[in-house]
């Protein structure tokens, strides 16, 4: 551009041209040759020192011998602070001839300009309008490459949002450049209100301010969610004129002056995009940015879907797993885990219930297991709580409450109902015995339980029989006992906690028994806190479930 302006003066023979293009409230000289300073360095001037935006208002050229004697140009800055005293100016238009500025030329003494001059600047200012229509296509090919970038990053990044204010924080970071939206904003439906999703890194206390808009409100985001359909707002001017004062004030306190606001498919809310400035869009910015809220809908479902699923997950989960009895002369505490990329709820299980032992005997006992259905989904669990359901109801019908026997019953069940590929589990019996306890258990195919004695030793409790399987028939279920002395410890768990897609089972056993040694002393829920910090440094692929037993020092 600065080209252009030296071949004006040089053919023109004035000492000053310029290539002058009209914004909103100003000109701007992306080429000049031998304008004086401050306005060289600054390369712009407000429109009370433009004689370019008479070009533009015409679309014709304007030629002017003194403009110290004409009456359009005589009042104007420009000719006492620029000295601008002879003008000759050609329209620069783009490639749908709209003008956007001028090609001038610009003596410091009147002067007549010629045909020969008028020909010559005419020619250069066509051949500076071809390269400033080169520079816009070149400009729009970029924004929509960039445009095109930014619907593929969407396609990816909002398919990832793990809930809605992930899903806000990478709206915010789908755009870069020019283009980039000041400010993105998620309101979803919740009634007669939307209310906005709050990214809590970047919350503003205005923003925080205005938690919810009415549906009636004299908002942008209203409207376009009363009418579903997009609204625009260009400036602060539309901004003003078309909705209400808290409008303007939010926008205001925001730093925002435009918005695009679109309603999300199914009436589920709106997405906003806004500037700090006046924002003119195109076709392809619109077709874009509408899109974009499409792929935001559906991210919208499928976090909201997501999260009501993992909500009845929980509350399935937590009324299958027990609340854990209070028994003299016993500490104990429990711990789920669910898998870190499944639905939050599985097959795995605990139980403790006191019972009075069958027999003679008074005093009463405790049945405790530890259970794994294989699979990790709400089958899974449906399963599992069948199968503990049955474990129970075996135990209370067998006088002697033996632990074999009530596997063997569970077995039977399997072989008839079909109730799938299978399971594990530990099922045992404490009754007090002396001044601690008496374990009596059988094991099912599952992980050998850990017990720690007071000296800080830990043993596995080895041995066990086939897991239960759908058409195994009814195999031999065998028992083992053992004491746990005051100040003993039992650990239950199932296989989540000790296995890793890249490690051994055993050296996971080995690692949680040097858990159970270091701090089996302590009480069962700080055992568990270390247990639980283990394990959270390993991405979880499988359930987790621990029960942990501490017999007191003083049982008696």
């Not at 050609?90 to 002067?111: N, Q, S």
């Amino acid at each position: 551009m600065d080209r252009f302006a030296r071949l004006v003066a040089r053919f023109v023979r004035v000492p000053v041209a310029l290539v002058s293009l009209l914004e909103t409230d100003r000109q701007v000289f992306p080429g000049m040759a031998g304008l004086k300073e401050p306005w060289a360095g600054r390369r712009e001037t407000p429109l009370n020192r433009s004689f370019c935006q008479l070009v533009v208002d015409s679309g014709a050229p304007l030629v002017v011998p003194d403009t110290r004697q004409d009456p359009r140009t005589r009042g104007s800055l420009a000719v006492s602070d620029l000295q601008v005293i002879a003008y000759a100016g050609m329209p620069l238009t783009d490639a749908d001839g709209h003008v956007l500025g001028a090609l001038c030329a610009i003596d410091h003494r009147p002067r007549d300009w010629s045909e020969t001059q008028l020909q010559d600047l005419s020619d250069l200012a066509a051949a500076c309008s071809v390269e400033l229509q080169l520079r816009i296509a070149g400009e729009q090919i970029r924004r929509d490459r960039d445009h095109a970038g930014v619907l593929l990053r969407a396609s990816v990044e909002l398919g990832r949002s793990r809930d809605l204010t992930d899903l806000v924080r990478r709206l915010r970071h789908l755009f870069d450049g020019a283009t980039r939206p000041f400010y993105v904003g998620l309101l979803l439906a919740d009634g007669p209100l939307l209310r906005r999703v709050v990214e809590p890194d970047t919350v503003q206390p205005v923003e925080s301010a205005l938690p919810t808009i009415e549906l009636d409100a004299r908002f942008p985001s209203a409207r376009a969610m009363r009418e579903q359909r997009t609204v625009l707002v260009r400036d602060r001017a539309e901004l003003a004129a078309g909705y209400g004062p808290d409008a303007v004030t939010w926008y205001e306190e925001m730093g925002l002056r435009s918005a695009f606001c679109v309603p999300l498919a199914g009436r589920r809310g709106v997405l906003t995009w806004a500037w700090s400035g006046p924002h003119r869009m195109g076709v392809t910015e619109e077709a874009v940015l509408t899109a974009v809220a499409g792929y935001v809908s559906q991210a919208v479902e499928r976090t909201l879907f997501v999260e009501n699923r993992l909500g009845v997950a929980q509350q399935l989960q937590s009324a299958m797993l027990t609340e854990l009895p209070d028994v003299p002369g016993l500490e104990m505490s429990h711990r789920y885990l669910p898998a870190a990329d499944q639905d939050m709820v599985g097959g795995d299980w605990y139980d403790a219930y006191p019972l009075p032992p069958g027999g003679d005997e008074r005093r009463p006992c405790l049945m405790l297991s530890i259970g794994d259905v294989i699979g990790h989904d709400m089958h899974a669990a449906v399963v599992m709580g069948q199968v503990r359901s049955m474990l129970r109801q075996a135990t209370l019908g067998h006088a002697a409450r033996s632990p074999a026997v009530a596997l063997r019953d569970v077995d039977a069940a399997f072989d008839a109902l079909g109730l799938g590929p299978g399971a594990t589990a530990v099922h045992a019996r404490l009754d007090p015995h002396g001044d601690g306890w008496l374990l009596t258990w059988s094991n099912a195919g599952h992980p050998p339980p850990l017990l720690r004695t007071p000296d800080g030793r830990v043993t596995r409790l080895k041995g066990h029989d086939l897991l239960l399987l759908d058409g195994s028939g009814t195999p031999d279920r065998h028992e083992s006992v053992c004491g746990i002395p005051p100040g003993g410890a039992l650990l239950l768990y199932t296989d989540g906690l000790v296995e890793r897609p890249d490690g051994d089972i055993d050296t996971g056993i080995d690692r949680a028994a040097c858990v159970l040694a270091a701090h089996g002393g302590g009480s069962p829920d700080e055992l568990l806190e270390a247990l639980a910090g283990a394990v959270g440094s390993v991405p979880q692929h499988d359930d987790v479930a621990v029960l942990a037993l501490r017999v007191t020092p003083h049982a008696r």
